[in-house]
């Protein structure tokens, strides 16, 4: 018995020295739900991560691009307000982080441990140039004045009718037949 408990206790602290290194948080575009990196004035942008115990709180930071973060470097978020969000099923399902009032190069940063400063290994998006860029230059999609109900299309409405027409036809038929 001591040792499944000893075996346990060396289990769990082999999947926490883990937790960092899995864990990802990208943009994301919040009315599409897709991947995104460059935002408008005014857009809002949304994050979506991985890799992060269920349950666990994170404090999702936007900060000014750097190449790179030293450990124990306190994070100075351009938002104004640090967001806090809980994983669910592991990951941070597509969450509004900031609307983006503030043009320029900035980098996520998911602080783990809810400290305000970065520790080796925390999830940010950093590595490939600034994790998102908001530009004055780009303009909105006008949003419709008015919603637009979703109507199926005759195509929709055809395809029914023929799946129907055919199955009472084979019916038909195998009813003939005896």
Do not use: H
């Not at 991947?35 to 942008?45: L, M, S």
């Not at 115990?53 to 930071?61: G, R, T």
């Amino acid at each position: 018995m001591l040792k499944i408990i000893i075996a346990s206790v060396m289990l769990a602290l082999m999947l926490a020295s883990f937790a960092y290194a899995d864990a990802s948080i990208m943009p994301y575009d919040c009315g599409t739900g897709l991947p995104k990196t460059d935002f408008a004035y005014g857009e809002d942008v949304c994050v979506y991560g991985t890799g992060y115990q269920d349950d666990q709180e994170v404090d999702l930071y936007v900060v000014d691009d750097q190449d790179a973060y030293s450990d124990g470097q306190a994070m100075a978020d351009v938002t104004g307000s640090v967001e806090t969000v809980t994983a669910g099923g592991f990951v941070i399902a597509l969450k509004k982080a900031w609307t983006a009032f503030t043009t320029g190069l900035f980098d996520l940063f998911a602080d783990l441990d809810r400290d305000g400063t970065y520790d080796d290994g925390e999830p940010t998006n950093i590595g490939q140039g600034a994790g998102l860029t908001v530009s004055m230059l780009q303009e909105r999609d006008p949003v419709p004045e008015e919603p637009i109900d979703a109507v199926p299309e005759f195509g929709t409405i055809g395809a029914l009718a023929a799946l129907v027409g055919a199955n009472g036809y084979v019916l038909y038929k195998r009813r003939r037949q005896r």
